[in-house]
């Protein structure tokens, strides 16, 4: 049957010739991934990339193929030696999670199969409605909640800003657009706001200005009377104020806003409640937290994610809309009674498409399905509150010790501190603790990140990892005294302003 | 130093007890994964989940551990049997990528190495960039363009129009929203263009209407005349026109705008030109098919996936921005100075955050590197062409078919066609061919999909798979001209009535 003028080929070697030369390699990859793993400890946190090897990655664009080996053997060289270091067990900048091993060998599998995970029937979206139905119930939300896995909280946020836009406006804002708002379209938010929360205003055309920003107060908790306040002089001045943004754990400080409260204002003003929870929302797995986050279950939408203090590796982030009819009107493109009508292939589950952004969806879903059947929620629930015992137990260390002040207290598991010395001035203080950072960055001994807190410049310690033991914490502790007290005397700030300038 | 009352312990499990464990269970991994990829040809290319399996995916969550291994055998019995087809020599449904095996083996090293792909130093970053300098090489963009990998088109068209809309737009868009607009701001494409275009206008607040759909010829194209007309009632009427958006490759029928026109139309009126290539541009690789993308290194924006007509595993698309500046003042949070003076691991290199939506971005450039490596630019090329000697040779065996009709010309590796019978009336054909594709794909034979082209029913075959063989062609005419026959018979039809009703 076969054309004779067109032989059979072998995807010009796109698949293997040999498929168990792509087993050895795999095989190889598996050892060198746990290998990888197992010896974390013993490895500097991070290193910076050294211009050698820079200089390898502006080689021009392959023609000729390599073949996959040699290929491999240049991500050994290159690539896997210089991690943004996130997996090692005293690595706490910003919120970055520590990666659960499994979770990797799901990505191979998800990459196998290479679904793309929207409506048509097969395992994977299936896959995905269980999980979301799982995070449903750990987070508290009635099942009838609509949900969506999403790359990260920067889209989940625009997916429930989205939906607060749509199901607020008095008119078809997605035909019509926001020219058509007969008012301005104005929501709010504390001072302490991921910037993604400005990012979506700007990208959902409402414009950064839409956002109001409301004073937080000494704890970095939203002030709620400011914001009713100003939600009456909105109203008052001819603005249509739409939408409240909770923050569940602030990215500086972990601080939670009173949702309970804000829940009520929006309530009382008939607002959209948006809570964003990144990590901070995963402090309802700990009943004894709860209190903490009163009200959670009555946000319209709730935005979290799974790489943060769920330890899973990028990127698996999720959205609530507990109006799933508004949350559908927001995004479908289609009637839903075509898709329902469809056979074959394409008969129906869930059209993920019609609930958020991308039309093509990897199977991420996979990933968190293995990983909580595997270890269990309670293994979860556990590790978060070692987390919060070891926020609690570094902030002790700081108060103990003589040359080191806590900055703010600890609401949830970030602890934010820096190197004092009583004969120093303010500015000088700033510079000493922002040197002792970059060294102990580059040292590879602990990475935290920074913050500014009522204008000081602290070491902020944020705690998603699960691979922290205490004495990481101990180590931490004297590296700081011990780099404060080196390059706060002349001798150590000298050695470190000729250590910068050496080439 | 460790504080007795807080032993070491070892992650809650979450971390395996004994990584020789871990590293068994990825070694039968490795060989499922490669024995998947083997018989992948003896399986049918689909099948519906069975009512059992189904009812697996309603368990409640999982609270204990069930241990990797149980959960692996989970994913074993209950999801990797049941794919979305994608990777079988005869999927050739919508336009899903067939899957690189190695770069589902990357997708393991990128989730172990778990890097966010924001600014900070490590070697994910210098791999994204050079990633994007080859991609503008592969497509003959200048290396002075703006690039940002995406999770696909659909977030590709949105950052390119967010570009249009903010560099467009008369007053500081970002800050004030659309609202602020003196004039309505619309933009162009043709009837033919995606779903994700009018999506992108409502999630900007341009709204559905902004968009003017513009009729397309026989073929499929842009009618550039009725654009430039539309063009200047906008004008006359007080609107704001503000970008051309082409097509590269429509989902239809895989048609080419002319885009040196667009480009020139463009030019004459001071729009934007974003070019929507999700797999057409890759057709750029083929040197003898340049002419017909003639003008693409013209667009100021360009969108396309690497996940179709590259062959990679989902996710991974890209945009392009020619004028960097303006991409970045789309985006970017930060001034530039300030990240450009930190130190230590926030040092800079690309701040991606600045020129997209995600803060958090996984590690999808290694798979692409890792690709383009191992197999060089040549085999793409090569299979690309491959592709279009298939539609063609599919093309002349419809053609050649008494029973068969070609629904329209092949402009690139789209072939859309359908079962003919004299003596049926119009509305008996569209049923007869949808019963002929539902049979295809719930027998497991092969996957097209349909289209609705001159207002008939045709099985739409797109051919961006690197496995099929001129062989898995003759399977599909064949089994459209029995089953056509068979269910345009009174008995076949019967049959499948039967079918249908039965439980």
């Known amino acids: 049957m076969t054309d004779p003028a067109h032989p059979l080929r072998n995807g010009y070697g796109l698949d293997p010739e040999d498929w168990d030369e792509?087993?050895?390699?795999?095989?190889?990859?598996?050892?060198?991934?746990?290998?990888g793993f197992e010896s974390l400890r013993e490895r500097p946190v991070w290193q910076p990339v050294p211009a050698e090897t820079r200089e390898h990655f502006r080689t021009p664009l392959p023609l000729e193929p390599m073949g996959a080996e040699a290929a491999y053997e240049e991500f050994r060289r290159y690539v896997s030696p210089y991690p943004r270091g996130n997996s090692h067990p005293r690595f706490w900048g910003w919120v970055n999670g520590s990666g659960l091993p499994l979770a990797a060998f799901a990505e191979l599998l998800a990459g196998a199969m290479n679904s793309s995970v929207?409506?048509?029937?097969?395992?994977?979206?299936l896959v995905e409605e269980q999980v979301l139905a799982w995070l449903k119930e750990m987070l508290g939300f009635p099942a009838s909640t609509s949900a969506l896995?999403?790359?990260?909280?920067?889209?989940?946020?625009?997916?429930?800003?989205?939906?607060?836009?749509?199901?607020?406006?008095?008119?078809?804002?997605?035909?019509?657009?926001?020219?058509?708002?007969?008012?301005?379209?104005?929501?709010?938010?504390?001072?302490?706001?991921h910037s993604s929360i400005p990012k979506a205003a700007e990208l959902l055309g409402l414009g950064s200005e839409a956002l109001r920003s409301i004073p937080a107060d000494r704890d970095f908790r939203i002030d709620a009377d400011a914001l009713e306040a100003a939600i009456e002089a909105d109203r008052r001045n001819g603005a249509q104020p739409f939408c409240v943004v909770a923050n569940a754990g602030t990215v500086n400080t972990g601080a939670i806003d009173d949702i309970a409260r804000l829940a009520d204002i929006c309530m009382a003003h008939d607002l959209w409640l948006h809570v964003d929870g990144a990590f901070g929302a995963l402090a309802w797995l700990c009943p004894e937290l709860r209190p903490k986050l009163a009200g959670l279950q009555?946000?319209?939408?709730?935005?979290?994610?799974?790489?943060?203090?769920?330890?899973?590796?990028?990127?698996?982030g999720c959205v609530f809309v507990q109006d799933a009819?508004?949350?559908?009107?927001?995004?479908?493109?289609?009637?839903?009674?075509?898709?329902?009508t469809m056979e074959g292939a394409a008969a129906r589950t869930t059209s993920f498409a019609d609930y958020g952004i991308e039309l093509s969806r990897r199977f991420r879903a996979l990933k968190v399905w293995l990983a909580l059947k595997a270890?269990?929620?309670?293994?979860?629930e556990q590790q978060i509150r070692e987390n919060l015992r070891q926020a609690a137990f570094l902030a002790a260390r700081v108060e103990a010790?003589?040359?080191?002040?806590?900055?703010?207290?600890?609401?949830?598991?970030?602890?934010?501190?820096?190197?004092?010395?009583?004969?120093?001035r303010a500015e000088e203080l700033d510079q000493l603790n922002h040197d002792v950072l970059i060294r102990l960055q580059t040292s590879g001994i602990a990475l935290p990140s920074h913050a500014v807190l009522h204008g000081r410049f602290v070491i902020r310690t944020a705690i998603t990892n699960h691979r922290?033991?205490?004495?990481?914490?101990?180590?931490?502790?004297?590296?700081?005294?011990?780099?404060?007290a080196e390059l706060g005397s002349g001798t150590g700030r000298n050695a470190l302003a000729q250590r910068s300038g050496s080439p």
């Open 325 to 340: 009819r508004a949350h559908r009107d927001a995004f479908a493109v289609s009637p839903s009674y075509l898709s329902e």
């Open 468 to 484: 922290s033991e205490y004495s990481d914490f101990d180590i931490l502790v004297n590296a700081v005294a011990r780099l404060g």
């Open 22 to 35: 792509l087993r050895r390699l795999g095989h190889r990859m598996v050892e060198d991934v746990i290998d």
């Open 298 to 316: 009555r946000a319209d939408s709730l935005a979290f994610d799974l790489h943060k203090w769920m330890y899973l590796p990028y990127d698996v």
């Open 401 to 424: 010790h003589p040359d080191l002040e806590l900055a703010v207290p600890v609401p949830l598991n970030i602890v934010c501190f820096r190197y004092i010395d009583r004969k120093a």
């Open 118 to 125: 929207s409506g048509f029937e097969s395992a994977a979206p």
């Open 375 to 380: 270890h269990g929620l309670q293994s979860f």
């Open 149 to 193: 896995l999403t790359s990260g909280c920067s889209m989940s946020n625009i997916v429930g800003l989205a939906v607060a836009r749509s199901s607020k406006a008095p008119v078809d804002v997605r035909r019509s657009g926001i020219a058509a708002t007969p008012r301005r379209m104005v929501f709010y938010a504390s001072s302490e706001a």
